[in-house]
Structures are given as structure tokens and as C-alpha cells.
């Protein structure tokens, strides 16, 4: 098998684009990353961290995070958050990101969002090849402004789908 080829199918597969947000011992994180729908009932999604990142450890301690599902409108908010590791600062003081409070976790929610849904850890994979960690997570909370629309990240770019995607 050729690396290059595969490497340039996966970047074919259509991702959700999201910023997980965490709060452990009062420190507040976020990271941008891709969550997997898994089931309806029971409520089930999934993401893949990198154990290296400072989200992975806020995780980590509280066993919840919930997933920001990005406006169009917020396409600048994923590089940002994407880029920038939070060891060192405050992403959200850092971009001016204002957040709201979740009902049913610590981690704060992103305001302006399409969807923001509140997960708490249900079956963590540490053993995964190479140096992420897979979460399954219980979804515990959910609120969406149907006006607004998500996006998608393909091939390295983003992309707006607009009207195609209302409910
Ligand atoms: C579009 C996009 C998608 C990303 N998806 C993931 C992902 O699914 N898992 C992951 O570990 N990192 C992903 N990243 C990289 C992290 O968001 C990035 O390394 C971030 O700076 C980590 O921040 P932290 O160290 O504060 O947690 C993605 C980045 C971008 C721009």
C-alpha cells in the first residue's frame, strides 16, 4: 500500500468541525477536533485526542468535555484553536471567545455555535496504535440554534453547506 495514496483517500473522508471544550481543577481548555456520531439510543459520540495535547488531561481528570459544533460564521475560531496548544495560555481570554455555562458538565459551552452538546466519558481507549485516545462519550445535554449552519472539513479546507443542511 502506498502511504501517499492512503494518506489522500483519508483526507477525502468528510469530518464534522468542532471545538471540544474542558474544565478540570478550574482550568478551562479547548481544542479543535473532529466527533463521530455512534448511536441514537443510546445517545452516543465519539472523539480521538492526541495524549500529547492539554485537552487530553482536562479530559482526563473530569471525564467529560462537550463538543462545539462550529458556525460557518466561526471558520476562523477552528484554526485558532486548532493551532495553539494551551499548556501556556488561556485560548479563550487569548481569542476573546465568550462562553455560556453547560446544565450538566463543567466545561463551558462556545457561544454563537450551530450545536453545543454536552458528553460525559463512557469507554475510554488508551491502547490505540500511535499516540491518540478514543472516547465514547454518553451525550447529557444538547442545545442547537437550527438558523445557523455547520461545516465541514474535507481535503484540508473548510467548507460552508449552507441551506443544503437545514433541518
Ligand atoms: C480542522 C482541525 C481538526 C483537528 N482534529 C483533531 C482531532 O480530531 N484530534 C486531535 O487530537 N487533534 C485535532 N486537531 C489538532 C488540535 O486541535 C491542535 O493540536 C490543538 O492545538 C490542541 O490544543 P491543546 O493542546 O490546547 O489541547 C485538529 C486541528 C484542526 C485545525
Known amino acids: 500500500m502506498s502511504t501517499k495514496s492512503f494518506v489522500q483517500a483519508t483526507m477525502q473522508l468528510p469530518c464534522s468541525v468542532t ?6 481543577d ?5 481544542m479543535t477536533a473532529s466527533s ?5 439510543v443510546p445517545p452516543l459520540l465519539a472523539i480521538s ?17 462537550a463538543i462545539n459544533l462550529i458556525a460557518d460564521s466561526q471558520q476562523d475560531l477552528a484554526g485558532k484553536f486548532g493551532s495553539i496548544h494551551g499548556y501556556e495560555i488561556d485560548k479563550f ?30 469507554t475510554s481507549l488508551w491502547d490505540v496504535e500511535g499516540n491518540h485516545a478514543i472516547y465514547i462519550a454518553e451525550v447529557v445535554g ?10 465541514v472539513w474535507l481535503n484540508n479546507k473548510y467548507f460552508r453547506v449552507g441551506s443544503e443542511c437545514k433541518l
Request: with cysteine; aromatic share 10%.
Open 19 to 24: 471545538i471540544l471544550t474542558a474544565q478540570a
Open 142 to 151: 444538547f442545545r442547537m440554534n437550527d438558523k445557523l449552519s455547520p461545516m
Open 49 to 65: 485526542v492526541s495524549k500529547t495535547f492539554a485537552t487530553y488531561h482536562l479530559i482526563e481528570k473530569s471525564k467529560e468535555f
Open 93 to 122: 481570554k487569548e481569542f476573546g471567545v465568550k462562553t455560556e455555562t453547560a446544565n450538566m458538565i463543567r466545561a463551558p459551552l462556545i457561544l454563537g455555535c450551530f450545536a453545543n452538546i454536552e458528553c460525559r466519558v463512557q
Open 36 to 40: 463521530m456520531y455512534v448511536s441514537q
Open 26 to 30: 478550574n482550568i478551562q481548555g479547548a
